[in-house]
């Protein structure tokens, strides 16, 4: 992979796996408009697009988007300027599968199930750190990596969670690995869940803030070994707040 697909929706709609093809579809859709990849109010591709990204037919992907339409994170529009948008306004909650495969609004997350998530997460994204920083990045996915953390330290509100996740992911594309940019989202998403049941703190974004410049200044002047480091406390102090609110 030499160029980072960027910050929108690219990252996820790659070929499906095969097998579940509806299911992963919905997934990935999910996962690229609840990460902020493609954000409220903006349109995802055609439907011919989406189907050749994803390597799936039109019908599955027109399913996938009814589906999603139902649950309320996407509206389709006609006229000259339609397509499928995201939702201005989405569901509160991630949605879970329920016993007959539907979408669920939410669920309830045991504590092994929110240590599995924490300990997912730091593999994942301290070895994609750690990758990162130990490749040769082109002109451009340094730009987009500088870029990712500017919005993210920016933003504020409801837009910070959806820009962190966009700088998180960003550096799991510069790991080089396209079958790694899934796995961090659906962590991701996981701790988002988590984090959408807790109060935000102030201190706790700038801080966060301050370690997403450290993770990428390592990344960009070539330290593996500090840039895992500094992904790793700043998951760490993340996960310190989950389990203090939620065990």
């Known amino acids: 992979m030499d160029e980072p697909a960027g910050l929108r929706g690219e990252s996820l709609l790659r070929p499906v796996r095969g097998g579940n093809s509806f299911e992963e579809t919905v997934q990935r859709l999910l996962q690229t408009v609840r990460l902020g990849l493609v ?25 996938a988007i009814a589906s999603l339409s139902d649950a309320g994170y996407l509206v389709s529009r006609r006229g000259r300027y339609g397509g499928t948008f995201v939702n201005d ?24 199930a929110i240590e599995d998530t924490l300990t997912l997460r730091e593999i994942l994204e301290v070895g994609a750190a750690r990758h990162a920083a130990g490749r040769a990045l082109t002109p451009s996915q340094r730009e987009l990596l ?8 920016a933003a504020t509100g409801d837009e910070y969670r959806r820009l962190d996740s966009r700088f998180h992911l960003m550096v ?15 962590v991701r998403m996981r701790v988002n869940e988590l984090l959408d049941t807790i109060p935000s703190l102030g201190p706790n974004i700038a801080h966060s803030n301050t370690q997403h410049e450290q993770i990428a200044m390592a990344i960009l002047t070539g330290r593996p070994d500090a840039a895992a480091q500094a992904m790793s406390e700043h998951l760490a102090g993340t996960a310190l707040l989950l389990r203090g609110f939620l065990e």
């Open 146 to 153: 500088w870029l990712s953390l500017v919005e993210a330290s």
């Open 39 to 63: 954000g409220p109010g903006e349109r995802l591709p055609a439907e011919r697009e989406l189907a050749t990204m994803l390597a799936v037919s039109r019908d599955t992907v027109r399913d």
């Open 89 to 112: 306004v989405l569901p509160a909650l991630t949605p879970g599968a329920n016993r007959d495969g539907a979408l669920a609004p939410g669920r309830e997350l045991s504590p092994d």
């Open 172 to 186: 799991g594309e510069l790991a080089g690995s396209a079958s790694l940019i899934p796995l961090i989202a659906d």
